[in-house]
């Protein structure tokens, strides 16, 4: 009996002793919820500059909660393999161009039809209509969620030759990021199109693998293709705009209190990067144009209504995947 109230009183002990620990010890620690937004532009640009406000405001307000971590320039995914990335989990966030997301959804190579929005003001105006925020969701049956559409710039055209009119980028290679659209709008011209992960650009118009490009202010001048390329033509022939994109599942997954304020954190900054994308463009225009090693090309109309009737017969090529209707909607945005 003795030797039984003994074992009895050491377990009492022991298990008296282990609450005690457990008191003094802090419970453990939850790990922040963790998003890595990847891309593939320089941080000078209205994309980078997002995702460094997104993850600033996180901070400010989400502190322990959620940690964003941002991988710029290509450096944890390149454009070949983001988007396998953000299916798998192994980034939660990106905001490829819409030009690399027909895969996804055929509609969206609406935006890459040449000289379709005369400026960024009726490309924002179509955004937001309800055909617009339709082509937001138009990602979700593969998995996707699209959360906003970030804007960048106006495209130009360079290569190592004057390009004034149409006929003078017959016989060239442009590189151009993976789409039918714009495949079909250099061979429109009897160019020839090559499709490259931006992270190669600069090294293929060194190499001379490609002759010419298209592209916006900010990303020229991040990427430094003046030193690759003696000519710059002032087109504004289309544009290079942007869907932030994550995984449903994981978007879905997270705790709703949490959703909700990163919805709002997202609002904000979408608003932001918006507002300030001609800006940040203007000033890559500025400093390219400066620093006296790419020449300006400026189109008069005649010149500017020339290429905009020769890039003209790829609408007809895609508005059977497009929907001509679509088509009609985002025209009359230039109006509104
Ligand atoms: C390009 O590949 O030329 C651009 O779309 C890169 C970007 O994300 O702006």
């Known amino acids: 009996m003795r030797r039984l109230l003994s074992t009895l009183t050491l377990a009492v002990a022991v298990v008296l002793a282990g609450a005690a620990v457990a008191a003094e010890e802090p419970a453990e620690a939850e790990a922040p919820i963790l998003i890595r937004f990847s891309h593939v532009v320089a941080e000078e640009t209205p994309k980078g500059q997002g995702a460094l406000l997104f993850r600033r405001l996180v901070e400010e307000r989400l502190a322990g909660k959620?940690?964003?971590?941002?991988?710029?320039?290509?450096?944890?995914?390149?454009?070949?393999?983001?988007?396998?990335?953000?299916?798998?989990?192994?980034?939660?966030?990106?905001?490829?161009?819409?030009?690399?997301?027909?895969?996804?959804?055929?509609?969206?190579?609406?935006?890459?039809?040449?000289?379709?929005?005369?400026?960024m003001a009726a490309l924002d105006r179509f955004q937001n209509s309800p055909d617009g925020r339709e082509l937001l969701r138009s990602v979700e049956p593969r998995g996707l969620l699209g959360l906003a559409?970030?804007?960048?710039?106006?495209?130009?055209?360079?290569?190592?030759?004057?390009?004034?009119?149409?006929?003078?980028?017959?016989?060239?290679?442009?590189?151009?990021?993976?789409?039918?659209?714009?495949?079909?709008?250099?061979?429109?011209?009897?160019?020839?199109?090559?499709?490259?992960?931006?992270?190669?650009?600069?090294?293929?118009?060194?190499?001379?693998?490609?002759?010419?490009?298209?592209?916006?202010?900010?990303?020229?001048?991040?990427?430094?293709?003046?030193?690759?390329?003696k000519y710059v033509t002032e087109t504004n022939h289309g544009v290079i705009d942007y869907i932030v994109v994550t995984n449903a599942r994981f978007w879905n997954g997270l705790p709703e209190g949490i959703r909700t304020a990163l919805e709002a954190i997202l609002d904000e900054v979408t608003a932001e990067v918006n507002r300030q994308a001609d800006a940040i463009n203007e000033a890559a225009r500025q400093s390219m144009l400066a620093g006296g090693k790419i020449q300006l090309v400026a189109l008069d109309k005649p010149q500017r209504a020339a290429w905009r009737e020769a890039m003209r017969p790829v609408w007809r090529r895609f508005e059977g995947e497009i929907g001509t209707e679509r088509i009609a909607e985002a025209l009359a945005a230039n109006r509104r």
């Open 149 to 229: 559409f970030w804007h960048n710039g106006m495209k130009q055209l360079t290569a190592n030759k004057p390009l004034r009119q149409p006929a003078d980028a017959a016989g060239l290679r442009f590189r151009i990021q993976s789409s039918a659209v714009l495949e079909a709008q250099f061979e429109t011209l009897g160019a020839k199109a090559v499709k490259l992960p931006f992270s190669e650009v600069l090294h293929a118009l060194k190499r001379g693998y490609v002759d010419g490009q298209e592209n916006t202010w900010s990303n020229m001048w991040t990427q430094r293709f003046f030193e690759a390329q």
């Open 66 to 119: 959620v940690e964003v971590r941002v991988h710029p320039n290509s450096s944890l995914y390149g454009d070949a393999k983001e988007m396998e990335a953000l299916l798998l989990g192994e980034v939660e966030m990106l905001a490829p161009s819409l030009s690399k997301l027909y895969r996804y959804s055929p509609a969206l190579q609406l935006f890459d039809l040449p000289f379709l929005f005369d400026n």
